[in-house]
Nanobody, 117 residues
Framework: VQLQASGGGLVQAGGSLRLSCEASGTLVSINYLAWYRQTPGNQRERVAA???????DYADSVKGRFTISKDSTKRTVYLQMNNLKPEDTAVYYCNDVKTVAMRTATWGKGTQVTVSS
């Protein structure tokens, strides 16, 4: 399976971006996809995750500002990011939470989000 994240860019603080993650290849379900982000020298953190049959899960730092959603027909997961802050600057990735938990995940290039103050 390949997961291609896109939609990043440069935005001013308070602005919005929508990231997309398109899944191709063999993937049982997109219902277990999540968004992660990483800054240089820091560990990758999960910011939003779909939950099968339940409400999505968000990191405290993005609650109320980020929204994860999916379009199953397009095999795509989105991350709507509003009221962006400079501390949201990072490379954003999408991946399957199960493979991440098992430490078998392969990470793509991600998409860079830069928020200027």
């Amino acid at each position: 399976v390949q997961l291609q994240a896109s939609g990043g860019g440069l935005v001013q603080a308070g602005g919005s971006l929508r990231l997309s993650c398109e899944a191709s290849g063999t993937l049982v379900s997109i219902n277990y996809l999540a968004w992660y982000r990483q800054t240089p020298g820091n560990q990758r953190e999960r910011v939003a995750a779909l939950r099968l049959g339940g409400m999505p899960d968000y990191a405290d730092s993005v609650k109320g500002r980020f929204t994860i959603s999916k379009d199953s027909t397009k095999r795509t997961v989105y991350l709507q990011m509003n009221n962006l802050k400079p501390e949201d600057t990072a490379v954003y990735y999408c991946n399957d939470v199960k493979t991440v938990a098992m430490r078998t995940a392969t990470w793509g290039k991600g998409t860079q989000v830069t928020v200027s103050s």
